[in-house]
């Protein structure tokens, strides 16, 4: 039941950002269909990463039963999963408050989010 609560999320986050994206480009007069068409892959293709990282976990977690090795199995494929997971999560909610302050000028407090997101990400 995880795997599916994290793909779903992905899929919120990556839809939320392209709509976002779109509403950015239609009110800075750069709507494009290359851009449309790039940024809808990019966000398939983080769709299937994630997959691919639960499937990965799935997987891992089924070796370690195989090999008497459950419990680290377990915790590595989890970690893998969840790594995954956090920085799709936090690239995509970076992207999100950015395509906002370009749409919203006035929205000071997203720009403020967006330079510490950065800063920490940049720091790791």
């Not at 999320?9 to 480009?25: E, M, N, Q, R, S």
């Not at 977690?61 to 915790?75: P, T, V």
């Not at 395509?99 to 919203?104: G, K």
Request: net charge neutral.
């Amino acid at each position: 039941m995880q795997y599916i609560i994290m793909i779903i999320i992905i899929i919120g986050l990556a839809a939320a950002d392209y709509i976002t994206g779109l509403i950015k480009a239609y009110c800075t007069n750069s709507l494009a269909s290359s851009k449309m068409r790039r940024g809808g892959l990019n966000k398939l293709g983080e769709i299937v990463v994630m997959t691919s990282a639960c499937g990965l976990d799935i997987g891992i977690c089924a070796l370690g039963k195989y090999y008497q090795a459950a419990e680290l199995s377990d915790i590595a494929g989890t970690v893998a999963a969840v790594l995954v997971f956090g920085y799709i999560t936090i690239m995509e909610i970076v992207s999100i408050f950015e395509n906002y302050a370009e749409i919203n000028p006035e929205a000071q407090w997203a720009l403020k989010i967006i330079k510490r997101l950065k800063n920490h990400r940049e720091d790791n």
